[in-house]
T-cell receptor
């Protein structure tokens, strides 16, 4: 069975600080996909990033970066120079090759001016 | 920009009513999904479909049913709504890239259902 753990329930930062969200996953599949989604107060889920199990290259996209470590089954996500608009719930999710998503419990990020 | 739509956005109904939550996508995606989410909580997969005439139950048991008669349409039905069905229901769709890698799921805006 697949499992996603987001140990941080809530993170509060002041604007311009960096925020790192932790995600640990469990799966027996050799091919899988990892995602980060953002859910603002409006309730919609916004896709942020995707990583395939066979590609451990870490990247930066604008203010977002991620650290995928298969050895520790972690897929951490960092927002650099946070802004008030980054305030939302962030979900880490794990998918098998058929596309069934297993979500973590989410981390509430609060960015204050 | 993802083109996936859900109606209604908000629904308040009485116990025992039959309801259908609509979900449509214009991207031609074969895979479609329904998730249930209580406020501030994680999402749980309740139904999914890999194409026309294909429907499966998800990891979270649900009294709802779904159908997939057309690629673009994936409605969810509750025959007799109860207060325990009060939740947000999110529809999503996805597909594979040309090289066979799974793409991200695009989500609709959700339907907030309240059963009195």
């Amino acid at each position: 069975a697949q499992k996603v753990t987001q140990a941080q329930t809530e993170i509060s930062v002041v604007e311009k600080e960096d925020v790192t969200l932790d995600c640990v996953y469990e799966t027996r599949d050799t091919t899988y996909y990892l995602f980060w989604y953002k859910q603002p107060p409006s309730g919609e889920l916004v896709f942020l990033i995707r990583r395939n199990s066979f590609d451990e290259q870490n990247e930066i996209s604008g203010r977002y970066s991620w650290n995928f470590q298969k050895s520790t089954s972690s897929f951490n996500f960092t927002i650099t120079a946070s802004q008030v608009v980054d305030s939302a719930v962030y979900f880490c999710a794990l998918s098998d090759s058929w596309g069934k998503l297993q979500f973590g419990a989410g981390t509430q990020v609060v960015v204050t001016p | 920009e993802a083109d996936i739509y859900q109606t209604p956005r908000y629904l308040v109904i009485g116990t025992g009513k039959k309801i259908t939550l609509e979900c449509s996508q214009t991207m031609g995606h074969d895979k479609m999904y329904w998730y249930q989410q209580d406020p501030g909580m994680e999402l749980h997969l309740i139904h999914y479909s890999y194409g026309v005439n294909s429907t499966e139950k998800g990891d979270l048991s649900s009294e709802s049913t779904v159908s997939r008669i057309r690629t673009e349409h994936f409605p969810l039905t509750l025959e007799s709504a109860r207060p325990s069905h009060t939740s947000q229901y999110l529809c999503a769709s996805s597909d594979y890239s040309p090289v066979g890698r799974l793409n991200e799921q695009f989500f609709g805006p959700g339907t907030r259902l309240t059963v009195l």
